[in-house]
């Protein structure tokens, strides 16, 4: 077909997607054998426990579709699952809906809430995802920069982002890429914003049993003012190391999740039948569970961290989540994407360029997102490579040219 052709059959909302750049890096890595720190997945098994709920629910046939929003066990179990943890009284009747993964809980909440043209806030650097998500509802994208090395932000540059067009912000606590828990006193700024200026705010909680140090997370949903505005969304995937399961949620009040669910009708009629019975027993786990995987995570990032430093790649101590923000300008470099070809070809690791969470030209490169979602002996691999670029061995006249 003719480029005109093409052109013609390609829907304007898609004219600036790119291929997703993490899934393009575990290709990479795939091809050149390296090892894969780009793609947020653990390569450690699922729990045995959900492996063998999945395998006895399919057994015992629970294998047609689920209630279109979930299944009432499913539904239930994760209200009683934020009432033990966060105090939250959910109507598993009204206020939540089970989706296939994080991914379609966030687009199937914007198109629910959206009209072209109204316009959606959200952190830059970002999750890849918010940007298609915002372009799929013909929203605008609006964004406010988290500033390294705390990746802080400016109230009024947040401020100066909000106006009579928008609609919602998308808040991503704890934050992939950067590993930024917000603290309790931007979660009030956002809030009173949202409030001020009659706006939602859409929170990505994938990463909520994974913080570090102390730190705390306080889902938007539980402050004052905010129940009637939030949608929060969250997943099995990251908390349960199933990410490719695709179950997740969104919780909305009454009125929001009776357009939400109909989108995820429509869209998917619901989440794979036999994993959302496995998630009953998920989300009845003990608290011993989330602890231990924050205390194994805390190691993996205290080791992968030890490891970058040897090879002359600092970067900001994470928060929360599983990833890290390394900054390469102590090579001489400010090319991620050059960085990156070198590491994943030569060196023989995968990580993910920085600039594929900014969308302002010109940002993000000098950084690079490693992911420590990986067996122990994984990230010493990685280690053991990633040393081999120490002492000049990596040196800007060294690389192949982009
Ligand atoms: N959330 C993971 C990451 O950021 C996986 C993304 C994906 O491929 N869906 O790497």
């Not at 091809?31 to 729990?47: E, I, K, S, T, Y």
């Not at 890429?177 to 990505?204: H, M, N, S, Y």
């Not at 869209?267 to 205390?295: F, R």
């Amino acid at each position: 077909m003719s480029d005109e052709g093409n052109s013609r059959f390609r829907a304007a909302r898609v004219a600036r997607f790119t291929e997703s750049v993490i899934r393009e890096m575990t290709r990479l890595a795939i091809r050149h054998q390296a090892v894969n720190l780009a793609q947020g997945f653990p390569d450690f098994p699922a729990p045995d426990v959900l492996k063998e709920a999945a395998a006895r629910a399919v057994a015992e046939d629970y294998n047609q579709y689920a209630i279109t929003w979930g299944s009432k066990p499913l539904r239930d179990a994760i209200a009683a699952k934020y009432l033990r943890y966060h105090g939250l009284e959910l109507d598993p009747e009204r206020e939540i809906t089970v989706v296939c993964g994080s991914t379609e809980g966030m687009v199937a909440s914007l198109l629910a809430t959206t009209n072209p043209d109204d316009e959606i806030v959200m952190f830059e650097p970002f999750y890849e995802n918010y940007g298609p998500d915002a372009d799929l509802c013909s929203a605008r994208r609006r964004y406010v920069s988290l500033h390294a090395p705390e990746w802080s932000f400016d109230p009024a540059e947040l401020r100066a982002a909000f106006g009579p067009r928008t609609k919602a912000i998308i808040l991503n606590s704890p934050h992939n890429p950067t590993g930024k828990v917000f603290q309790r006193q931007e979660l009030d700024q956002i809030a009173a914003l949202c409030q001020e200026f009659d706006t939602l705010c859409i929170t990505d909680e994938i990463y909520e049993h994974i913080v570090y140090d102390g730190a705390v997370h306080v889902p938007m949903l539980t402050l004052p003012g905010m129940r009637q505005r939030t949608i929060l969304i969250s997943s099995m995937s990251k908390t349960y190391s199933v990410t490719g399961w695709r179950v997740g949620w969104v919780l909305a009040p009454p009125h929001l999740t009776a357009s939400i669910r109909k989108v995820h009708d429509f869209l998917t009629v619901g989440a794979a039948a036999p994993l959302q019975q496995a998630g009953v027993l998920a989300l009845s786990m003990p608290d011993e569970y989330y602890s231990s995987l924050a205390g194994h995570y805390l190691q993996r990032r205290d080791l992968l961290m030890d490891h970058l430093a040897a090879a002359g790649l600092p970067c900001t101590r994470p928060g929360g989540a599983y990833y890290l923000m390394a900054d390469i300008t102590p090579f001489g470099l400010s090319d991620d994407l050059l960085f990156i070809r070198h590491l994943i070809e030569n060196i023989g690791v995968a990580a993910v360029p920085g600039s594929s969470f900014f969308a302002t030209p010109g940002c993000g490169a000098q950084f690079v997102r490693f992911c420590f979602c990986k067996k122990y002996e994984t990230l010493e691999q990685a280690g053991r490579l990633l040393r081999r670029m120490r002492s000049g061995e990596l040196h800007v006249a060294e690389l192949p040219s982009s």
